[in-house]
Nanobody, 127 residues
Framework: HVQLVESGGGSVQAGGSLTLSCEASTYTYAFSQYCMGWFRQAPGKEREGVAVVGRDLSTRYADFVQGRFQIFKDNSKRISRLEMNNLKPDDSGVYSC????????????????????WGQGTQVTVS
C-alpha cells in the first residue's frame, strides 16, 4: 500500500478557491503506475468520488464538478493536487485522496472501490 498525506484544506467563502495536495510515500511500484483519486464525505452522507487521474494522466470527474475542479498528478514530485474553484457550500466535507496501481479503465475508479490506499483526509468548509 501507499502512504498518503493530504494538505491544503480550510475554510473559504462561496465562490472562493482551494487547492488540496496529496503526497505519496512508501509505494511499491513506480509512482507513474498509480491511479490517484480524490473523494469527499459530508456529515451524514456517503463518500463520493470527485476526480481521478490515470497512469497516462487522463482524468475523470464527477458530474457535480461541472468544470470547477481540476486534478493533477506529478510523477516527479509524487503528489496529486485538486484545484477547486467557484466553491459552493455543498462542496463542504472531508476530502481524501486515494491511490492504487492502475489495472482497469479509469471510469471504474470514480466509485472508489478499486482504490486500496487512502489518506486521512482534510476538511474543506465553504460558507
Amino acid at each position: 500500500h501507499v502512504q498518503l498525506v493530504e494538505s491544503g484544506g480550510g475554510s473559504v467563502q462561496a465562490g472562493g478557491s482551494l487547492t488540496l495536495s496529496c503526497e505519496a510515500s512508501t509505494y511499491t511500484y513506480a509512482f507513474s503506475q498509480y491511479c490517484m483519486g480524490w473523494f469527499r464525505q459530508a456529515p451524514g452522507k456517503e463518500r463520493e468520488g470527485v476526480a481521478v487521474v490515470g497512469r497516462d494522466l487522463s482524468t475523470r470527474y464527477a458530474d457535480f464538478v461541472q468544470g470547477r475542479f481540476q486534478i493533477f498528478k506529478d510523477n516527479s514530485k509524487r503528489i496529486s493536487r485538486l484545484e477547486m474553484n467557484n466553491l459552493k457550500p455543498d462542496d463542504s466535507g472531508v476530502y481524501s485522496c486515494a491511490a492504487t496501481v492502475c489495472r482497469f479503465p479509469l471510469s471504474q475508479y470514480l466509485g472508489g472501490a478499486a482504490f486500496d490506499s487512502w489518506g486521512q483526509g482534510t476538511q474543506v468548509t465553504v460558507s
